[in-house]
């Protein structure tokens, strides 16, 4: 494979998505956003009523899943059997079933061939958990992105703040703590930074200058 990968990984909130989108605007790259891919399964499921500790059937789903990406001036739109599910998806209920689905190997299994698919040339921008580590452990750049809980929750406000969205800080907060500790504790793909990973730590930083740490790692190894 001669098709370059950057791996982004990271925990939940911390402004991957932001910056995986603007590299790849940048890059003029693909993306993929595999969060969005656990989410769509997680979606899919409660839609027809698999349970989400049904492993077996979750893994049968995951492979059946017509699952489609659409880039548009607005962003990146999800379909799912041709409805498009880009609100739904960023529920919390959905990322927290999310989180709990992808901690069962047979449904990572499943959705790893779909991710890999991706990677088509020029290049891929890869946004997840574990980009580096499990799926693209090859990947021509990896970079892992952290920031405090209490830095992530406090960006996490501003968005809710936004879109008149109540919101108490405390409960956002622990959200974030559950979530970081599920996805950090799992036997399979746990979240961790790769060794080759270059670390950005964003607490103290603005997008902006995640974005130019990112070019700067990036223009140095491709
Ligand atoms: O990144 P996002 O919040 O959309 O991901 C939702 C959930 O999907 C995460 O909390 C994580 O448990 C899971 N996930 C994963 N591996 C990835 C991407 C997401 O386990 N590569």
């Known amino acids: 494979e001669h098709i370059p990968v950057i791996a982004v990984d990271g925990p ?6 932001t910056l995986c989108v603007l590299l790849a605007k940048h890059l003029k790259w693909h993306l993929l956003d595999s969060g969005a891919i656990y989410r769509v399964l997680a979606l899919s499921a409660i839609k027809q009523h ?12 995951a492979k059946k899943l017509l699952l489609r990406f659409i880039s548009d001036e607005t962003g990146v739109q999800v379909m799912l059997d041709d409805e ?5 998806l960023r529920l919390q209920e959905i990322g927290d079933a999310a989180s709990k689905i992808a901690s069962l190997p047979k449904v990572r299994e499943a959705l790893l061939q779909r991710q ?8 891929l921008v890869a946004d997840g958990r574990d980009m580096g580590t499990v799926v693209f452990p090859q990947a021509t750049v990896k970079i892992f992105l952290d920031a405090s809980p209490q830095a992530r929750a406090e960006r996490r406000m501003k968005q809710l703040q936004k879109k008149k969205i109540c919101a108490i800080y405390d409960e956002i907060l622990h959200e974030i703590i559950t979530r970081d500790e599920r996805d950090r ?5 746990p979240l961790r930074s790769a060794t080759d990973a270059f670390l950005i730590d964003s607490t103290d930083l ?17």
């Open 12 to 17: 939940s909130g911390v402004g991957k998505g």
């Open 50 to 61: 698999v349970a989400l500790e049904n492993e077996l059937e979750l893994a049968i789903l």
């Open 84 to 88: 498009n599910v880009s609100a739904q």
């Open 116 to 123: 890999r698919a991706f990677r088509t040339s020029p290049g």
């Open 185 to 189: 504790n799992r036997a399979i793909a």
């Open 206 to 222: 603005s997008i902006d200058e995640v974005f130019k740490q990112a070019l700067n790692i990036i223009n140095s190894k491709i």
